[in-house]
Nanobody, 126 residues
Framework: QVQLVESGGGLVQAGGSLRLSCAAS????????MGWFRQAPGKEREFVAA????????FYADSVKGRFTISRDNAKNTVYLQMNNLKPDDTAVYLC???????????????????WGQGTQVTVSS
């Protein structure tokens, strides 16, 4: 079983920055792709960013491209989401997700992920 714990959320003004972390335990972290999703009140969960096993390939939702950066430190079993130039529309619960072992390609589809964290709240004020 894989456990994912997110941290780093909070309240920030528009134009500010936050860095989210997702600590994984319960398996060899480097064996699977990782992703970040978000869900705002009354809206469906949406893809934010994904990163392959080795960290060499990343991709992003158009809405965050150029502002957010996903990265991973396999030695620390942690994936990060650096969020810059935050906007009120970025307000949501941010969830970390992991694919099963040996599925190394990142994906924008939430059903491709087998493990999910509880989420961390990000609120951006205008």
């Amino acid at each position: 079983q894989v456990q994912l714990v997110e941290s780093g959320g909070g309240l920030v003004q528009a134009g500010g920055s936050l860095r989210l972390s997702c600590a994984a335990s319960g398996r060899t972290f480097s064996n699977g792709a990782m992703g970040w999703f978000r869900q705002a009140p009354g809206k469906e969960r949406e893809f934010v960013a994904a990163i392959a096993c080795g960290g060499g390939r990343t991709f992003y939702a158009d809405s965050v491209k150029g502002r957010f950066t996903i990265s991973r430190d396999n030695a620390k079993n942690t994936v990060y989401l650096q969020m810059n130039n935050l906007k009120p529309d970025d307000t949501a619960v941010y969830l970390c997700a992991a694919r099963r072992p040996y599925y190394c390609a990142g994906s924008s589809r939430d059903y491709d992920y087998d493990y999910w964290g509880q989420g961390t709240q990000v609120t951006v004020s205008s």
